[in-house]
């Protein structure tokens, strides 16, 4: 699964969660062993990304990750407002 593949899981992921999807933006930047990817939505729409305890933004970084394994890289999502 390519990098442009991984921005889309993120993006209908994010999008499906929060009020405001014309407000989700995914930026992404790769190297040779790394991908890393920028989630960036609404402020109001924050906590719902996040969840409690984070629950929600670590079960987008898990499945982000599942989807890399193939590529044999690493991958990063950060959450900004």
Do not use: C, W
Not at 31 to 51: C, F, N, R, Y
């Amino acid at each position: 699964m390519g990098v442009f593949a991984l921005k889309e899981v993120v993006e209908v992921l994010a999008k499906a969660l929060v009020d405001h999807p014309d407000q989700v933006i995914v930026a992404q930047y790769a190297t040779d062993k790394t991908i890393h990817l920028q989630l960036s939505v609404a402020p109001e729409d924050m906590g719902k990304v996040i969840g409690k305890q984070g629950k929600i933004a670590n079960a987008i970084r898990t499945i982000v990750k599942a989807a890399a394994v193939k590529d044999g890289r690493k991958v990063i999502v950060d959450i900004d407002l």
